[in-house]
């Protein structure tokens, strides 16, 4: 925390809101973390685009601009969505080129300790339900796309802060971000554009591709064309970086 002229009774005000707040944490279930990420420095302005699959539907639309566009991104998979879209996965599997695939999980269970849910989805609960839920993810993408991922987004992008050090410990990075494109594919699609357009050097970006019927997919394919026209490069998350 930096200096303030008078911390006084600012400071013991804040510490007074942070011991009622863990209070009521402790109570209710133990605080979550989203963990920031950006790409490392260096080379020409470039962002990371990542979008979730989560369970749900493919939306070709956004695929089919990604390819046309020649915009490369890191697409997080779970394996309830691998099932469920043959269709979807031979699409991505066809532009390897330009898709990373990523691990989101077994079940798209948060990897929160604790009972209770986070944003409506139930929590994976204890850390072996954790472990399962990358494994199994992380297997399944495996054997669905070739290639091992060797990055884990949990669902809700949330995680209990114990949880962290486990999951690098299988060997995966933790898939945060930067700019939150489209807020759970909730957004109109100009409000997405206008996020994407505003994004920065060394941004990772999250949105969805599993939402067809939202508009929020359009507006990933109008902000990223807009980035791309102000010289942004967009690029895959780095296979190994220090997280
Ligand atoms: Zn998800």
Redesign the pocket.
């Known amino acids: 925390m930096t200096a303030t002229p008078y911390p006084g009774r600012r400071q013991t005000a804040i510490g007074m809101a942070a011991v009622l707040m863990s209070r009521a944490a402790h109570a209710a279930s133990p605080a979550q973390v989203a963990p920031a990420l950006r790409l490392p420095p260096g080379g020409r302005p470039a962002v990371a685009l990542t979008l979730?699959a989560?369970p749900g539907a493919f939306d070709m639309r956004l695929a089919r601009a990604l390819v046309e566009q020649s915009v490369p991104a890191s697409l997080f998979l779970t394996a309830l969505w691998i099932a469920r879209n043959p269709d979807g996965l031979a699409f991505v599997l066809a532009h390897r080129d330009l898709f990373s695939l990523q691990n989101?999980g077994a079940r798209?269970l948060p990897p929160v300790l604790g009972a209770g849910a986070t944003f409506g989805l139930a929590n994976a609960g204890t850390m072996d339900a954790i472990r399962a839920e990358v494994a199994s993810g992380a297997a399944t993408v495996e054997a669905a796309c070739g290639q091992a991922p060797t990055w884990f987004r949990g669902?809700t992008a949330l995680y209990s802060p114990d949880a962290l050090a486990p999951i690098r410990a299988m060997g995966f990075g933790i898939a945060g971000f930067s700019l939150n494109a489209d807020m759970g594919a909730s957004l109109p699609a100009a409000s997405v554009a206008a996020r994407i357009t505003k994004a920065q050097d060394r941004d990772v970006i999250i949105g969805h591709i599993n939402q067809p019927l939202r508009p929020s997919g359009a507006g990933i394919a109008a902000g990223i064309a807009a980035l791309k026209a102000q010289g942004m490069a967009f690029v895959k998350l780095p296979d190994q970086i220090a997280i």
């Open positions: 979730d989560c989101h798209h669902a």
